[in-house]
């Protein structure tokens, strides 16, 4: 069985999930044949080697034309349904889509169906969270893990204003997932990369014990203190976790 394990040393975002997929071998035209089945017209992504804290790695952008467009999840679903992607890939996305929605409604007290998203319901946002479901599929996926969540700290500025780190929809998100902060003056999970995180894996702790084939690294764009990078291990269990 072919199994991921995501270690977030230095927190998780969207796009650097793309990156450490990429990074790992997933092919970036692979995932832009993918994104185009969205039928946005000038949505693209792009990639480019770099290094953080002396780490090589990829970084991925989304490119879109409308990234400060608001949308309700009706909308998202909509665009996910309309799409001609896969039955599998479909069904992911539109899972990660509503925990942030959940996580939202939540923190705002309002219900999921009012929920107006901001920075995640960007359009280059939804391709992070549908490129995410694409690259799962196309390295073969069948099992993931990962690390406890490095969620920085200090403060952030949102369009609901400057709040706390984690911001508070990003630790609704990561409710009942390990995590801790190191002391860097950062934001280092965001809402979408918490979302990927928590639909996706089945357990977080230690490394499951595993022959590993790919390894990758997904560059965020801030230079920090730490190696800002997201870390992929593919591989095949020797030993396969007694909750797996």
């Keep these: 069985m072919r199994v991921l394990y995501v270690d977030c040393f230095s927190g998780i ?62 909308d998202i679903t909509g665009i996910i349904d309309g799409s ?26 309002i219900s999921m169906e009012e929920v107006h998203f901001h920075e995640v319901g960007a359009m280059d946002t939804i391709a992070d969270v549908i490129g995410a479901a694409i690259c799962l599929e196309e390295a073969g996926i069948e099992e993931a893990y990962a690390s406890p969540v490095n969620v920085g700290s200090g403060s952030v500025m949102t369009s609901h204003g400057m709040l706390p780190v984690p911001a508070p929809a990003t630790l609704e998100i990561l409710s009942g997932i390990p995590i ?17 995180l928590a639909e996706i894996c089945k357990g977080f702790g230690p490394m499951p014990t595993i022959l590993v084939e790919k390894t990758g690294y997904g560059a965020g764009s801030k230079e920090l203190e730490t190696p800002n990078l997201l870390r992929v291990i593919t591989g095949e269990y020797t030993n396969r976790p007694a909750s797996a």
């Design 180 to 196: 801790y902060s190191t002391g860097v003056h950062a934001e280092l999970a965001t809402p979408t990369g918490a979302a990927i």
């Design 84 to 109: 001609g992607l896969s039955s599998r890939v479909r069904k992911r996305s539109r899972a990660i889509f509503r925990r942030l929605a959940a996580a939202e409604s939540k923190v705002h007290g």
């Design 13 to 74: 975002s969207g796009d650097m999930f793309l990156g450490a997929m990429v990074d790992m071998g997933v092919g970036l035209e692979a995932l832009s044949t993918g994104l185009d089945r969205l039928g946005i017209p000038g949505l693209k992504v792009v990639a480019m080697k770099t290094a953080r804290g002396g780490i090589a790695g990829t970084k991925v952008d989304v490119l879109a034309p409308d990234t400060m467009q608001e949308r309700h999840l009706s």
